[in-house]
């Protein structure tokens, strides 16, 4: 990927993702998207007079759960701050975040992109509170706090993209890691995993240069559009002997433009401090040890292992990779003995169909929800590798399975379409339409193989679908030679 | 404190000072931070900070739901609402 | 109810009481059989009262009703007290005075042609006057045992994290703790021991592991304290009271103090800077009508509802905090408070307390020109010393002169409560406090048996 430009370019994201917990991070509000206005707030996330912070355990644990599969440095000891700024969603008028200790440092992460692994730093990983939404109406803002005070893990890259390309497909890549982590669902309309960009170019071998920021990216394939759209902007800018202003820009879907915020932005300072109200966290061995434990392989590294192991092809291995139920699925198939391969391509493609029939995903494979459990595919993939049934009578199966909620054998004999016939009474059936049709014999015997169509034609009807059409044409072959 | 600093730091803490507000509370201002000028004296060099006075074990909170039913109260102490929302003159 | 309101008229203690309905059906349910059955108390009214306002003696809040119990509260009416009114104070607990209260003017019980101190002004003439056995009051650099002096009652400052934060209106987070005023040495035993222990609601709250109780030795200042005469007279009678009862004395010397002054100024302010900056009219609280902009609303509302004492450590504490300025100030602050902690657990190696001064004066008079907010905030060089260390003191009153009282400040290490408690009951066996003269008759429980 050669780039088209004689800048050198310098992309950094920085992530927040919404982490799920039941409660939000300082109270025991109910931590949820979509509820009524203002219906999961307490005077401790409404910022009332005399309340006092009290930090949920479990964003902590899954702060440091990531911050481990980052290959961060954890911290011994985490420190909250108060970061200082006035704006109406935020409750207190200060934020509670992390800045001298974070969680997590110095981390890295593996992606692929471009048809090779590359590797991103992390400079810090730290837990702070979102603050609230708002809409902004005619001469009023509307003030909804139900999401201030939920708990946001703010994840900051080294500004080392050098294509707007490797960020989208580091995007990507994150979020599945995340969300086979448990720790976010990754909903980026939603907001539940939100990301920033900044930019630089500057000549080859001179540094970064001056950065912008982009916001208001929605999607992985706006932050790479935006970055596409900013770096051409920038070496206009250049070219044309001007100056990058360092701003915060605003992508602007319907135009496809970054624009300036214009805003008087003031030279931010926060005033950060240790927050008085929070004790430093200080993780004992059982803590580590527990971190340590709740590892669990990464997509891309399973994706490695379902490819070497397995005989995947690399798409298979992404498909069965993308949702980690989805592979854990595939997975318990192969162990209970189904041939891998098979596996693949079934979930892919028979399952995949259904899944989608019924609006379910394969991210539901495996749960409650999906009838087919890891033991009705492998039984079903077990009777047609045994001839027992061929490939259409099982896709009937499979869609039964789904409708009925029952095993697949019983479906079979149920509906009568085992492949009853063993090859001696299929070998019957094939006589007797070849006694009937001599015609059709004597032009079999001519060299026209054309009407060995028809004979299977008319076996699979007088067998109801259920013979296998490889057997009935190998007697075919056998009887008249 | 220079006028213009103390004309910074109100912005910052969203203050806004009278003329007549900030020239009495300039005085005030400057005859603290010359007071707190004699911490210049101390040698601190081998002193560690302190923000919590008492080292504690770690403090943390179970991820239980705690059931409130007052919301529409706090939302009604609200100057002005409408339709459970918050309402402020525009921001934009 | 109608007979406290009365007899406050000319102190103004109070800023609200209870209905006299809701008192009585708190007293009906109130536990009898609970460690305090039957006592009434106020609270100064920065701590929540649910149903009742937190003013905290700004027009910022002046309408403002608390939709909830702090817990030091709710413990206290689980014990069975029952809470009869909210107290005056220096706004947002700002304030050596009371006279900083943007509501209501405060009288001392002594002399009402005097302050009765502050911040917990409201609490320690309510207790004075015999309004309330006891009252909870927040001391973040002397708070409740400067007003005690100024009255003549008992203020205790507990180890800090001991008593729960949760429902205290924060000011300084880091150096406050909710703390009480009362009658006698065995009130605020009982009282202490109500509200103390560790409180999932305030992270920062410790469980109270008892320190040994026992006292020999007692250290106190040499030299020239720039007292007043009155407490210089005050403070020799103490120190001879602790001798007669038995208890060695030693002289020490503490440089740290003015640098301590400066060091909890600086965080103070800081931190209330950022505590106080939720006030801004959005969600609760004084609103400006004239504003047209979200941004004038917001400034307006926090010029009109605080007053001048409040904008002025807002002002400091945003100016400490600002990069290029922040380890100049606020950095070194934390790290004399290091220093400060450092030289009183020195002091702690050779003795088992300290007495100090509460203040350098007695009650001064409302507008007292010789002593202006600058002056009043170097005055408070020997209370701030426990609240920069966390560890726990409490003025005690041993003497009266010239018709106002003068209380003296017993600090330990912390969690040494009962020891502070235990020579406190030794020095009101040698010095008994005097009873306010305008104290209602009846109403004041008696000393401990």
Same mark, same amino acid.
């Given at each position: 990927m050669a780039a088209s430009t004689s800048y050198e370019t310098f992309i950094g994201l920085e992530i927040h993702i919404q982490l799920l917990t039941e409660t939000k991070i300082f109270c025991g509000c109910k931590s949820k998207f979509g509820d009524k206005p203002n219906s999961n707030v307490c005077p401790v996330c409404l910022g009332y007079p005399g309340v006092l912070p009290a930090l949920n355990e479990h964003a902590v644990e899954l702060s440091y759960k990531v911050c481990r599969a980052m290959n961060c440095d954890l911290a011994k000891e985490g420190m909250f701050e108060r970061k200082n700024y006035f704006y109406p969603d935020l409750t207190k008028n200060y934020q509670i975040s992390q800045f001298e200790k974070p969680f997590g440092r110095n981390?890295?992460?593996?992606?692929?992109?471009?048809?090779?692994?590359?590797?991103?730093?992390?400079?810090?990983?730290?837990?702070?509170?979102?603050?609230?939404?708002?809409?902004?109406?005619?001469?009023?803002?509307?003030?909804?706090?139900?999401?201030?005070?939920?708990?946001?893990?703010?994840?900051?890259?080294?500004?080392?993209?050098?294509?707007?390309?490797?960020?989208?497909?580091?995007?990507?890549?994150?979020?599945?890691?995340?969300?086979?982590?448990g720790v976010c669902d990754g909903n980026m309309e939603e907001g539940s995993l939100r990301c920033d960009?900044?930019?630089?170019?500057?000549?080859?071998?001179?540094? @970064?240069?001056?950065?912008?920021?982009?916001?208001?990216?929605?999607?992985?394939?706006f932050v790479k559009k935006a970055l596409q759209y900013e770096r051409r902007r920038q070496e206009k800018v250049l070219k044309s002997g001007g100056k990058i202003i360092q701003e915060t820009r605003l992508w602007d879907e319907d135009k496809s433009v970054t624009e300036s915020m214009r805003t008087k932005e003031e030279a931010h300072d926060y005033r950060y401090f240790p927050e008085p109200d929070l004790p430093p966290f200080r993780p004992d061995q059982a803590f580590f040890d527990m971190i340590e434990k709740s590892q669990i392989e990464l997509p891309l590294a399973r994706k490695q292992r379902l490819t070497e192991d397995y005989g995947l092809t690399p798409d298979q291995a992404d498909y069965i990779v993308e949702e980690k139920a989805a592979a854990d699925y595939f997975?318990?198939?192969?162990?209970?003995?189904?041939?891998?391969?098979?596996?693949?391509?079934?979930?892919?493609?028979?399952?995949?169909?259904?899944?989608?029939?019924?609006?379910?995903?394969?991210?539901? @494979?495996?749960?409650?929800?999906?009838?087919?459990?890891?033991?009705?595919?492998?039984?079903?993939?077990?009777?047609?590798?045994?001839?027992?049934?061929?490939?259409?009578?099982?896709?009937?199966? @499979?869609?039964?399975?789904?409708?009925?909620?029952?095993?697949?054998?019983?479906?079979?004999?149920?509906?009568?379409?085992?492949?009853?016939?063993?090859?001696?009474?299929?070998?019957?059936?094939?006589?007797?339409?070849?006694?009937?049709?001599p015609r059709v014999v004597e032009q079999i015997r001519g060299g026209d193989q054309k009407p060995r169509g028809f004979v299977v034609g008319k076996v699979m009807k007088a067998t109801q679908g259920t013979a296998n059409p490889q057997s009935v044409q190998s007697i075919i072959g056998k009887l008249i030679g | 404190m220079e006028k213009d600093d103390l004309l910074i730091t109100a912005a910052q803490a969203q203050l806004a000072l009278s003329a007549e507000e900030a020239g009495r509370l300039e005085t005030a201002v400057s005859e603290m931070l010359d007071y707190f000028e004699?911490?210049?004296?101390?040698?601190?060099?081998?002193?560690?900070?302190?923000?919590?006075?008492?080292?504690?074990?770690?403090?943390?909170?179970?991820?239980n739901p705690n059931p409130n039913n007052n919301q529409e109260d706090l939302v009604n102490r609200a100057p002005e609402n409408e339709d459970n929302f918050i309402v402020i003159p525009n921001v934009l | 109810m109608t007979e406290l309101k009365e007899h406050d008229k000319d102190i103004n203690s109070f800023l609200e009481f209870a209905s006299e309905d809701a008192a009585a059906s708190v007293a009906a349910s109130a536990n009898q059989d609970g460690p305090l059955a039957g006592l009434t108390f106020g609270v100064k009214d920065n701590i929540a009262v649910e149903g009742m306002h937190l003013t905290c003696g700004s027009k910022m809040l002046k309408d403002f009703v608390s939709p909830y119990d702090a817990t030091a509260v709710r413990k206290l009416k689980e014990a069975g007290a029952v809470c009869v009114g909210k107290t005056n104070l220096d706004e947002f607990g700002m304030g050596s005075s009371t006279d900083n209260s943007a509501l209501a003017v405060t009288n001392n019980p002594w002399d009402l042609e005097c302050v009765c101190g502050g911040s917990s002004g409201g609490s320690a003439a309510a207790v004075a006057a015999g309004l309330v056995p006891f009252a909870l009051g927040t001391d973040t650099g002397g708070s409740v045992r400067q007003p005690a002096s100024f009255c003549g009652v008992y203020g205790l400052k507990p180890?800090?994290?001991?008593?729960?934060?949760?429902?205290?209106?924060?000011?300084?987070?880091?150096?406050?703790?909710?703390?009480?005023?009362?009658?006698?040495?065995?009130?605020?035993?009982?009282?202490?021991?109500?509200?103390?222990?560790?409180?999932?609601?305030?992270?920062?709250?410790?469980?109270?592991?008892?320190?040994?109780?026992?006292?020999?030795?007692?250290?106190?200042?040499?030299?020239?304290l720039g007292l007043k005469p009155e407490v210089e007279t005050a403070y020799k009678k103490a120190v001879d009271g602790l001798k007669s009862s038995g208890m060695k004395i030693i002289e020490v010397e503490l440089p740290m103090l003015d640098y301590g002054i400066a060091a909890?100024?600086?965080?103070?302010?800081?931190?209330?800077?950022?505590?106080?900056?939720?006030?801004?009219?959005?969600?609760?609280?004084?609103?400006?009508?004239?504003?047209?902009?979200?941004?004038?609303?917001?400034?307006?509302?926090?010029?009109?509802?605080?007053?001048?004492?409040?904008?002025?450590?807002?002002?400091?504490?945003?100016?400490?905090?600002?990069s290029g300025f922040q380890d100049q100030y606020y950095t070194r602050a934390q790290k004399i408070r290091t220093a400060v902690r450092n030289e009183f657990d020195g002091v702690f190696t050779k003795a088992d307390m300290i007495m100090l001064p509460a203040f350098p004066t007695a009650a001064f008079k409302h507008g007292d020109q010789s002593l202006d907010q600058f002056q009043q905030k170097l005055a408070d060089k020997f209370t701030v010393a426990a609240n920069l260390s966390g560890m726990p003191a409490m003025s005690v009153p041993v003497s009266v002169e010239n018709g106002l009282p003068v209380g003296m400040q017993l600090m330990a290490p912390v969690f040494a409560e009962e020891r502070i408690f235990k020579v406190a009951e030794k020095l009101a066996e040698v010095l008994p406090p005097a009873a306010c003269p305008l104290s209602m008759a009846g109403q004041r429980t008696t000393e401990a048996k």
């Open positions: 981390g890295y992460f593996e992606y692929e992109s471009g048809g090779g692994i590359k590797r991103i730093r992390f400079h810090e990983i730290h837990l702070e509170e979102d603050a609230g939404k708002m809409i902004h109406q005619g001469g009023r803002s509307f003030c909804d706090y139900n999401r201030a005070g939920t708990c946001l893990l703010e994840i900051v890259t080294e500004p080392e993209f050098k294509e707007p390309q490797e960020a989208e497909d580091f995007l990507q890549a994150f979020r599945r890691t995340v969300r086979h982590l960009a900044n930019i630089s170019i500057n000549t080859p071998g001179a540094g @970064l240069g001056v950065k912008t920021e982009v916001k208001n990216l929605n999607s992985s394939r997975e318990a198939v192969v162990a209970l003995g189904a041939d891998a391969k098979t596996a693949a391509k079934w979930i892919m493609g028979n399952v995949a169909k259904e899944l989608n029939r019924i609006d379910l995903s394969k991210a539901d @494979l495996g749960t409650e929800k999906c009838a087919l459990s890891a033991e009705r595919l492998t039984k079903l993939l077990g009777m047609l590798a045994d001839n027992k049934i061929h490939g259409k009578i099982a896709a009937q199966t @499979l869609a039964a399975i789904f409708n009925e909620d029952k095993d697949p054998e019983v479906i079979v004999k149920e509906q009568g379409w085992d492949s009853s016939a063993d090859e001696g009474d299929l070998e019957k059936i094939v006589q007797q339409i070849l006694d009937e049709n | 004699m911490m210049n004296e101390v040698d601190v060099s081998n002193l560690p900070p302190t923000t919590h006075a008492l080292v504690r074990e770690n403090a943390l909170r179970e991820d | 180890t800090y994290g001991v008593v729960s934060r949760f429902g205290l209106v924060a000011y300084a987070s880091s150096l406050e703790v909710c703390g009480i005023l009362a009658d006698s040495v065995d009130t605020t035993r009982k009282v202490f021991e109500v509200i103390k222990g560790k409180d999932g609601s305030d992270q920062t709250s410790i469980d109270h592991i008892p320190a040994s109780a026992d006292a020999e030795t007692v250290a106190v200042l040499a030299g020239d909890y100024y600086t965080i103070a302010m800081a931190e209330a800077s950022a505590n106080l900056a939720r006030y801004n009219g959005v969600r609760y609280g004084h609103r400006s009508a004239e504003a047209g902009s979200f941004e004038d609303l917001m400034r307006m509302s926090r010029d009109e509802g605080f007053g001048d004492e409040v904008k002025l450590r807002i002002l400091l504490g945003t100016y400490v905090l600002r």
